[in-house]
């Protein structure tokens, strides 16, 4: 079976994006990847970065120069594996004061060879959507790591009581519910990159 990751972006403890991970990933919500995905015989998997707690990217070696897995840091050749496992991979990132953040560039830039030529979907969210770090994400991930990448973009809208609290994404999930049908387009476009990698 094909396989692809949801990477959610945040290590905030108390971070939306895990929240908003579960109501993508289930099936009892309108969100339509499980169903899109599993009509493909295409597994998902979430990953949390939180969890990885992966080391910054100090080394001194390019990874564009390293044989995967073998990297100096075992943390980074575990994450190595484990990117290395995957099909697709599906970005789930908030907007930071515009950008995408710190947590998911480091895990981008420990690889290199084993991005390259995936397909990838971008889900942002933020107060506005998070349409900036997506741009910015793209730029990295299309650009600098040769993935394939949708072009749809789904943007999040949060509510504002969900930013500044004292709500959370948990308390009420159906906001997120008007964005099912860009959610579907982008997922859909996903999958076509998927299967054109098969093929």
Known sequence: MTK???IVGSIRAHSSGAQIATYLTSTSTPSPLPSVLASHDISLETISLAELALPPFTEDIVPQAITPPNYPQPEVSKWSTLVSSFDGFIF???QYNWGYPASLKNALDHLFKEWVGKPALIISYGGRGGGKAAAQLKIVTAGGLDMRVAEKTPALSLPRGVITGPKTVSDDTSFLDVFAG???EGVEEFV????EKKE
């Open 92 to 94: 789930l990132t908030p």
């Open 182 to 184: 860009d959610l579907k």
């Open 192 to 195: 076509a990159l998927v299967n």
């Open 4 to 6: 692809v990751a949801l």
